[in-house]
């Protein structure tokens, strides 16, 4: 298939944290909030003159200064965070809304504060103390923390709008961009699709990483390019599966799994499109606050939550997708010395595959996976075992 338009322009979207994209808001007066957790309602921080910004370090290599401040024995993705702020990486935020959910990001945030690493007089944070429950007194904790530890901050040192006319106009945006990747992620049920998974890794951290009001246009035009595009003669495609886990922005895992022929129909990770670009639904009789806080906190997959309703819920949320985009296994990914997801991975590698019947794998990876022979020979040995199985049970039939 003949390249998207717009596809390496993304992928320069990518290279850097501080963007074009970025730049362009800021030069036009917006205020960057920075955030790195599902917990973040990324929505709300598109009300009046902000803009949302998922933070990542693209490009990382050495890890030794965070390293000495942190140990090697946390994520990747937060020594990343940390080491590309010691780099100046991140003096274009004004404000960084961050949240307990784990304890390794929140040393991130200390740091950020003790050592000055944000070169902004400006610059400020707040930490939400995040539920563990979804109940009506969890609701009510979630949305006080909100209002008290970031939208009060915004609104007083940056003027930051957040009456309820700019909160609906912030989430008729997002819900604009989630559309489009609702459609987008239709066209991926198709036996032979006209996207490819390294195409909607790319489309779908750009949407995280840049501002919503700039990147919008890209990705309509983007969508529909797809719908005029034509698929490949021959359906190049060995296995289908559903890739669920931790936090993923390096696409290089997407284009392993496409250089084996293996088409990821779902992302299931955090900050993918499931549950990250599902519309927000409104209604008139509550204040927009407390619905989208709601709607955050009761769509979150995060596996922070360990009562056991969330625990099943999660399991049953990835056999939806296995059915609904007709995949043939699971791929659990996990950033190595993630405590959280190295618990879930573990377990449900063998429940999805033992007790549920398909097919599921479990992988540790880096933050940084280009270039990784291991990840490559795993995922090679998996496609082969879903062409055995469904070779098994076309001759059962």
């Not at 900050?271 to 709601?294: H, W």
Request: glycine share 6%.
């Amino acid at each position: 298939m003949k390249d998207l338009k717009h596809i390496h322009f993304f992928e320069q979207l990518l290279e850097s944290a501080n963007n074009e994209l970025i730049q362009q808001a800021k030069a036009e007066g917006k205020v960057a909030v920075g955030y790195s957790c599902y917990y973040i309602p990324e929505a709300l921080f598109n009300c009046g003159n902000a803009f949302s910004v998922r933070l990542s370090a693209p490009n990382t290599g050495s890890l030794d200064i965070s390293q000495y401040y942190m140990t090697s024995f946390i994520c990747g993705y937060t020594r990343a965070l940390f080491e590309r702020a010691f780099e100046g990486g991140y003096n274009f935020v004004d404000f960084y809304a961050s949240s307990d959910t784990c304890q390794q990001m929140v040393r991130v945030v200390e740091n950020l504060r003790d050592l000055k690493l944000i070169n902004d007089g400006n610059f400020d944070y707040g930490i939400i103390d995040a539920p563990m429950k979804v109940t009506p007194h969890g609701l009510k904790l979630y949305v006080d923390q909100i209002r008290t530890q970031f939208l009060k901050p915004l609104e007083e040192k940056h003027g930051i709008d957040f009456s309820e006319k700019s909160m609906r106009e912030a989430v008729k945006l997002h819900n604009e961009m989630c559309d489009i990747f609702d459609e987008m992620c239709e066209l991926r049920k198709a036996d032979n699709p006209v996207i490819t998974p390294r195409e909607f890794h790319i489309i779908s951290i750009a949407s995280y990483m840049c501002p919503t009001y700039l990147i919008l246009p890209y990705l309509k035009e983007t969508l529909k390019e797809l719908k005029k595009r034509k698929a490949d003669p021959v359906n190049k495609w060995r296995a289908r599966v559903v890739v669920v886990g931790s936090e993923l922005d390096d696409y290089a895992f997407s284009e392993i799994l496409e250089n084996n022929r293996c088409y990821v129909v779902a992302d299931r990770y955090c900050f993918g499109a499931f549950p990250g670009r599902q519309k927000i639904v409104l209604n008139d009789e509550e204040d927009v606050l407390t619905q989208i806080c709601r709607d955050y906190l009761e769509t979150n997959q995060c596996t922070r939550f360990m009562s056991a309703e969330k625990i099943t819920g999660r399991r049953e949320y990835v056999k939806h997708l296995v059915e609904e985009y007709k995949a043939d296994g699971i791929i659990y990914e996990q950033a190595k010395f993630c405590d959280f997801w190295g618990y879930e991975r573990m377990l449900n590698t063998q429940i999805m595959r033992e007790e549920y019947g398909i097919p599921t794998i479990g992988i540790d990876r880096e933050y940084v996976v280009r270039g990784s022979g291991q990840l490559a020979t795993r995922v090679q040995a998996f496609v082969e075992s879903l062409e055995i199985k469904k070779i098994q049970e076309g001759g059962n039939k």
